[in-house]
């Protein structure tokens, strides 16, 4: 006989029925049958044999381990030390209410000359249901124990073995043991904690993320966590929920695609016009006398504060009437007037190109003493002046009555919306 088939005696087997702590109750006088045991691998199996008159009883599966068979007839026959053969008369399985039919009571009778060493070795042998018959990690009296199935190694079909959850913190009756709309299978698969509903700690149930990770509070690092992005109805997955460029936690509406971004002209209005009079004669005797004079006006206007939404303008006039002929009177004279304006553009845009310039000039020569209106020089309104009303020579002397009237030009620019918008 193989190590793995062998006889035991009967102190042997009353010595392992009082290991397993089996409860078998054991009386009565009634015709048996024979037991054919087997022992496997710790696990002992037992076959009845039918005796002569004798009714099979009706085992339930658990007497049969998975994967495995009962032994053959006549193979691993035990006998105890006494000789009589264990006779038994009745088997009768009871459901147990709180187990609803999964695990079973066992009753036994037993012929009338059974020794004790016969009864002890048939309780024995009957009571292998309290190894581990399922493989799960847990012997039969722990299953009963905690409510396990003995013949189901995943009683509440989680995808983890009843032995290993406990040890885990599990509940081995319970498939979702944190209630997090995983079962503790999918969570250890996933990595998530089975006893934590919230493994990042982001205000969504391990369950609830199915498109989010579970294992990082902000699964598309746009500043707001999971739940938050939940909260908002923005996307967990997507930075930038409405496609403007902007992450949804720097986005006053992040729900909402701004319209595309606007270019417009700015248009800003000058003084309407100023009046200028060279005050410097640098030469001759400031009568122009009817000889011209050749006058030569600026106007400039130049940044000296410039950002994307701002620009500051100094105002620059000079102006030179120098008579053509005689003895060349001249008056001239230039003039500044700082942070003479100041653009802002509107809220939310930017400066993104010029329209006007910045500079105008007139050359001519006035040959009367009556006010002239001239056009800048290579006018085509985009410059800051409009038009220039000219007097160069008067009569008597000039000095002091030489002048010219600068009528202005709005400033256009282009500039762009930067702000809601796309």
């Known amino acids: 006989m193989s190590e793995d088939k062998k006889g035991i005696s009967a102190a042997q087997w009353a010595a392992f029925a009082s290991i397993m702590g089996a ?30 008159g004798a009714v099979l009883p009706q085992f339930p599966e658990q007497t049969q381990p998975p994967g495995q068979t009962a032994p053959p007839a006549g193979g691993g026959e035990m006998s105890d030390t006494s000789g009589t053969q264990a006779a038994i008369a009745q088997t009768e399985f009871a459901n147990q209410a709180n187990l609803a039919g999964t695990q079973v009571a066992l009753t036994l009778t037993f012929a009338a000359g059974a020794n004790e060493a016969t009864q002890a070795a048939v309780a024995a042998t009957l009571t292998a249901e309290a190894s581990d018959i399922d493989g799960d990690g847990l012997t039969y009296s722990q299953e009963l124990n905690i409510g396990t199935r003995p013949s189901n190694p995943d009683s509440d079909g989680d995808g983890v073995f009843d032995g290993q959850e406990q040890p885990n913190g599990l509940n081995p009756t319970n498939p979702d043991s944190d209630g997090d709309g995983l079962n503790d299978g ?41 739940g938050r992005e939940a909260s908002a109805g923005t996307s967990p997955t997507n930075p930038d929920t409405d496609g403007d460029g902007l992450l949804d936690n720097a986005d006053d509406n992040p729900l909402v695609s701004p319209p595309a971004c606007q270019h417009k002209t700015f248009t800003y209005s000058l003084a309407s016009s100023m009046e200028f009079k060279p005050q410097n004669n640098t030469k001759g005797d400031k009568d122009f006398s009817g000889n011209g004079p050749s006058v030569v006006i600026s106007v400039n206007l130049r940044p000296v504060i410039f950002s994307k939404t701002k620009f500051v303008f100094n105002l620059e006039v000079s102006m030179s009437a120098i008579e053509t002929i005689s003895d060349f009177t001249t008056i001239s004279d230039s003039w500044v007037q700082e942070n ?7 809220s939310g845009y930017e400066f993104e190109d010029y329209i006007s310039r910045y500079t105008d000039e007139l050359h001519y020569t006035d040959y009367n003493n009556d006010p ?9 309104g985009l410059g800051p002046v409009n038009k220039f009303i000219v007097v160069g020579d008067t009569d008597g002397n000039d000095l002091g009555k030489t002048k010219v009237t600068i009528y202005f030009n709005p400033l256009k620019f282009k500039i762009k919306q930067v702000s809601n918008c796309k």
């Not at 078998?24 to 005796?51: F, M």
């Not at 003479?340 to 509107?346: E, W």
């Open 23 to 52: 409860v078998l109750v054991l009386c009565g006088t009634l015709a048996g049958l024979a037991l054919n045991c087997n022992k496997e691998t710790g696990n002992i199996w037992c076959a009845p044999t039918q005796a002569p």
């Open 186 to 226: 999918q969570e250890f698969s996933k990595g998530t904690s089975p006893t934590n509903s919230d493994s990042d700690g982001d205000g969504l149930l391990d369950g609830q993320e199915t498109n989010s990770n579970p294992l990082d509070p902000d699964s598309d690092d746009d500043g707001w966590n999971d």
């Open 340 to 346: 003479a304006f100041i653009v802002q553009f509107d």
């Open 372 to 380: 002239d209106t001239k056009l800048p020089d290579n006018s085509n």
